[in-house]
């Protein structure tokens, strides 16, 4: 159950994100459906090509397609479909579970308020099995989230989640590692801007501080 963390990371695209994909030239536009996740990815980017030396216009796979085409395709077609969305999880998953910062086990947490399930671990041990699920979810999610043809049947992220005390840190290494997945695979500036912001958009129905 705890794997659904990560794999409902991507569910408030169904809710923000999605909905919310109207015309790019309105000027109330925003990826994710939320302005400050937007401003968070858009940071997150700037610092990032500060670092590199990079620029959107610099990228060269965004150059192979005019603005019109880009504008007829989805986020979902323009990562590379399913094939582009499991190659992003199958690095993205091993890379948060092995970092310390995301806390991904959920090692040493425990369940507070006053029910019978006080002080109990949420701790999460893997297996071989639950990995694999927890990969299809992912890829399913990310199918949805970004135009793609899925179905999904998990339950609330925010109800999921509750209980978890998945903190901003958590958080913002989660999506430091998704961003080294990003650059790993050589996605484009603008389709890793818009992923982003898209996962941003969830942080209020993930982070719960201690």
């Not at 659904?4 to 994710?32: E, N, Y």
Request: include cysteine; proline fraction near 3%.
């Amino acid at each position: 159950m705890l794997r659904t963390k990560f794999v409902l990371l991507f569910v408030a695209a169904l809710m923000m994100g999605c909905a919310s994909r109207g015309s790019k030239d309105d000027q109330g536009f925003f990826t994710s459906g939320s302005r400050e996740a937007d401003q968070r990815a858009e940071q997150r980017m700037a610092k990032a090509e500060q670092q590199t030396g990079e620029t959107q216009n610099g990228n060269k796979p965004s150059e192979k397609q005019t603005a019109e085409d880009t504008k007829k395709l989805t986020l979902f077609e323009r990562l590379g479909n399913e094939k582009g969305l499991q190659a992003i999880v199958e690095d993205f998953v091993p890379r948060a579970m092995a970092d310390p910062r995301v806390n991904w086990d959920r090692k040493g947490v425990t369940r507070g308020g006053f029910s019978i399930h006080h002080n109990e671990s949420v701790e999460w041990k893997p297996n071989a099995d639950a990995i694999a699920k927890l990969k299809q979810h992912m890829v399913e999610f990310l199918s949805v989230a970004t135009g793609g043809p899925t179905k999904y049947t998990g339950g609330e992220m925010k109800q999921v989640h509750t209980g978890m005390h998945i903190s901003n840190a958590n958080f913002d290494a989660a999506v430091g590692d998704l961003k080294q997945t990003l650059d790993k695979l050589q996605v484009p500036n603008p389709e890793q801007k818009e992923l982003l912001s898209i996962v941003e958009s969830t942080r209020t129905q993930i982070v719960e501080e201690k």
